[in-house]
T-cell receptor
């Protein structure tokens, strides 16, 4: 059974710091990996999709890497801002579902 | 449409009543997913559609839950004889193709059973 774990569970940092959020999965039989953010009371917003043939993707201040052999993905947030405060979720995509991690709750204070 | 649309956004229902939740996926997306998120909990997979077919119904919590998709587009999740433990946010997502495309989520339907 595929399990996805995210570390840390919560993170509180001052504005401007560079951050690393970690995602690990037990089964390398995933096709792709996707990172989302969820604001309180809202749905999920897609941040980055890394396809299995890729090793990383970048969007603005965000960079995500994928290493299927070790079962790990990392989301790097550069120069964090208070607006980055949210819960970040990674999801491994296999044949018929997205398998979500437990999430990292991020708070960036001014 | 521009994104995944879910309706209603909020639904309060009495215990024992039936409810229908609707999801309009992004036009052209063949894969559609339903998830449930209880307060303070993670996302629980319910069901997946490829076109109009649901090859995996294993996530539906009980036989009170059913879902269908018509015309490869709109999907409806029906909960019969609602119970208080059904209270949660129900989220729908779609992607261009299963397991390959980027998944986009709707804003969810917040269901409260009183």
């Amino acid at each position: 059974k595929q399990e996805v774990t995210q570390i840390p569970a919560a993170l509180s940092v001052p504005e401007g710091e560079n951050l690393v959020l970690n995602c690990s999965f037990t089964d390398s039989a995933i096709y792709n990996l996707q990172w989302f953010r969820q604001d309180p009371g809202k749905g999920l917003t897609s941040l980055l999709l890394i396809q299995s043939s890729q090793r990383e993707q970048t969007s603005g201040r965000l960079n995500a890497s994928l290493d299927k052999s070790s079962g790990r993905s990392t989301l790097y947030i550069a120069a964090s801002q208070p607006g980055d405060s949210a819960t970040y979720l990674c999801a491994g995509i296999n044949t018929d579902k997205l398998i979500f991690g437990t999430g990292t709750r991020l708070q960036v204070f001014p | 449409g521009a994104g995944v649309s879910q309706s209603p956004s909020n639904k309060v229902t009495e215990k024992g009543k039936d409810v229908e939740l609707r999801c309009d996926p992004i036009s052209g997306h063949t894969a559609l997913y339903w998830y449930r998120q209880s307060l303070g909990q993670g996302l629980e997979f319910l069901i997946y559609f490829q076109g109009n077919s649901a090859p995996d119904k294993s996530g539906l919590p009980s036989d009170r839950f059913s879902a269908e998709r018509t015309g490869g587009s709109v999907s409806t999740l029906t909960i019969q004889r609602t119970q208080q433990e059904d209270s949660a946010v129900y989220l729908c997502a779609s992607s261009l193709t299963a397991h390959l495309g980027e998944a986009f989520f709707g804003q969810g339907t917040r269901l409260t059973v009183v």
